[in-house]
């Protein structure tokens, strides 16, 4: 894999918990302490999947202005899409 063309992209994930959670308490975790947090099983959590279907390729202005389109030839970007 010497030639290739590396794309950023965002995509949806899911985490599923189970029937008991209680969604509104994982809300306020959330709101507190960040995402991580809940990725727990005491919470109800059971597991994840990303949503390939939901993938949107980002542009530089959506990604601090930094590349989202880098291009490679013999393992060396050649080009990318940077805003200077």
Sequence with gaps: ????????????????????A???GIAELI??????????EKLGFMDSDILY???VRLTPAGND??????????DKEIWNNKVE
């Design 65 to 74: 202005n930094q590349p989202t389109i880098e291009v490679y030839a013999d």
């Design 22 to 24: 209680n969604m509104q």
């Design 53 to 55: 279907e939901t993938q």
């Design 1 to 20: 894999m010497n030639n290739y063309i590396k794309v950023k992209v965002t995509v949806w994930y899911r985490l599923r918990f189970d029937q008991y």
């Design 31 to 40: 709101q507190e302490n960040g995402l991580d947090e809940v990725i727990d």
